[in-house]
């Protein structure tokens, strides 16, 4: 649980470095954590419980639905422009 909890304080920091740097450079990014989350608090495991680190299908589809939500309403208003 030690390692666990290391590996995820570590991965915090390093998205707080990588979010400030894109900002500082005015690069848009989709935020996917809190969709990963909302699969958490309903107990589905968007990862699995390896040490492969990918998301699986539940976390991929997750991701999709947050970029679909992010990018969707940009990409409506510049088709009917």
Request: charged share 20%; proline share 6%.
């Amino acid at each position: 649980r030690l390692y666990f909890y290391a590996l995820v304080q570590s991965e915090k920091r390093m998205w707080e470095i990588v979010k400030k740097a894109l900002q500082a450079k005015n690069i848009a990014f989709v935020d996917t954590l809190p969709y990963l989350q909302k699969l958490i608090m309903k107990k589905v495991q968007p990862y699995p419980l390896s040490t492969d680190g990918h998301p699986n299908h539940f976390g991929h589809h997750a991701i999709a639905e947050c970029i679909h939500a992010e990018l969707y309403p940009t990409l409506s208003k510049q088709r009917s422009h």
